[in-house]
């Protein structure tokens, strides 16, 4: 039997060196743009200014860091902005906070600092030192991070109070422990990229330890399918959020559904059934294993879903007692302030986290050429290959990349008049439709 071991801490600590100098100097421009980086949706440009934020702090000088190119979607939405003499002073306080129970019950009062958090990723698609980068960022800025539905690795433990435990169909890795650690419990039906499908792990991805937390075999692909949960309606979905109130009585309640056309049914019926937030999940939502034709063809895209979500809460009159969360696509500071206008409360973020810790979009999540997942350690829980990504290192690019897009979802609501993301929810009439042919 084959002996795997681990890297020296000699050769880590030379190869993390290198690749993280050589994708600082390509994002401050040092080779130009790299011809290969990039799509349509994560242009060059969003890539190297994303890895300038996470590297500075700062919004970057002549790269576009607003949107991609995709030719719809946010990229052809653009804001109202006053003219610049009536812009608020940059003294002025603005805030950021987002709230995440408005059911006014006897639960937690759980805010962020900022209107987004840290969407689910699970120990198996991705690493724990990722997983650790993440939630210690997310403990920096009184915000949270979803586990995903892999399982809840011990070391993050250290994070608890800013950890959102997942339950989804797949009951993978579910324990009441860590159920009763967590102050937010995640019950995901669906992802956007993948209704109807389920989650999807890969053979290769299913090494020992994750199997072993997940309670399955070695090396065997792992499905989450939909068509075989539990919950066909609201007294169903109820029946489970009972399930989670009598474990742990305190945690708030999230629901996360993809999009399909009666989204804004589904999302009333998750209110009532006890849900504090609503996580909508975007056909471009998912994982690297979803397939394309079901991440451009299948769900509805956010875009479209929220206003039709949050007219409908509006109109049922319980809006202001629910947390309405937005995901999938969702890529920059202009992405999370365009979903706020349109109606949701805030977003969750997954793929911007990992492009900040060295992601280029190379689209070998699931293996690659090698057979071993992503080359810079990310997406991967190969004995090598994750040890590329250092903990101290991860959470302080994400801490960066936070303080830049902070700042700059601050200078948009500065350049509309207001005093805080609250005030733009549902302000749809200072978004603008970029006409064709108009550079975005």
């Known amino acids: 039997m084959m002996t795997i071991v681990k890297p020296s801490q000699t050769l880590i600590e030379k190869t993390t060196g290198l690749m993280q100098d050589g994708m600082n100097a390509v994002a401050f421009g040092e080779y130009g743009i790299p011809e290969a980086l990039g799509d349509a949706r994560w242009t060059d440009e969003l890539i190297l200014s994303t890895w300038y934020m996470a590297e500075t702090g700062k919004i970057p000088d002549g790269l576009n860091y607003k949107t991609g190119k995709s030719d719809g979607g946010f990229d052809r939405l653009d804001f109202k902005f ?23 019950d006897a639960k937690r009062k759980l805010t962020c600092d900022i209107p987004w958090y840290g969407g689910g990723m699970s120990y198996g698609s991705v690493s724990v030192n990722v997983m650790m980068s ?34 989804a169909t797949g009951y993978f890795g579910v324990e009441e422990e860590t159920i009763q650690a967590a102050p937010i419990v995640e019950f995901k039906y669906a992802q956007g990229a993948k209704p109807g499908l389920g989650g999807h792990l890969l053979a290769a991805k299913a090494g020992e330890e994750v199997a072993k937390l997940r309670g399955s075999v070695p090396f065997v692909s792992l499905f989450s399918p939909f068509p075989f949960h539990s919950t066909y309606s609201v007294e169903d979905h109820s029946k489970h959020l009972d399930w989670i109130e009598t474990v742990n009585p305190q945690a708030l309640l999230s629901v996360k559904v993809s999009t399909p056309h009666d989204v804004d049914m589904v999302a009333v019926g998750s209110f009532y059934a006890g849900a504090h937030i609503i996580h909508l999940d975007g056909s471009y939502g998912g994982t690297g294993a979803a397939p394309e034709i079901a991440k451009k063809n299948i769900a509805m895209p956010i875009e479209l879903a929220i206003p039709k979500v949050h007219k409908f809460l509006e109109k049922e009159g319980v809006r202001d007692k629910v ?16 979903s706020i206008a349109l109606g949701a409360d805030g977003c969750v973020l997954g793929t911007t986290d990992l492009v900040g810790m060295g992601c280029t979009r190379c689209a070998n999540c699931e293996g690659g050429p090698s057979g071993r997942g992503c080359p810079w350690g990310l997406t991967t829980t190969d004995v090598e290959l994750q040890e590329w990504v250092d903990q101290d290192w991860g959470s302080m690019r994400l801490n960066n990349l936070y303080g830049a897009m902070q700042w700059r979802v601050r200078d948009i609501l500065r350049k509309l008049g207001l005093n805080s993301v609250r005030e733009l929810r549902g302000r749809t009439d200072l978004l603008r439709y970029i006409p064709e042919g108009e550079d975005s």
């Not at 306080?93 to 059911?103: D, H, W, Y």
């Not at 947390?323 to 365009?338: C, E, F, N, P, V």
């Open 134 to 167: 993440r939630a210690r960022n997310s403990a920096r800025w009184n915000s949270f991070m979803s586990t995903g539905e892999g399982g809840y690795p011990a070391p993050l433990m250290e994070c608890k109070e800013n950890v959102i435990t997942q339950v």
């Open 323 to 338: 947390t309405l969360i937005a995901s999938g696509g969702i890529r920059t500071a202009d992405d999370i302030a365009k």
């Open 82 to 104: 006053l003219p610049e003499s009536e812009w608020l002073r940059h003294s002025e306080e603005i805030g950021t906070t987002l709230e995440l129970n408005r059911r006014g």
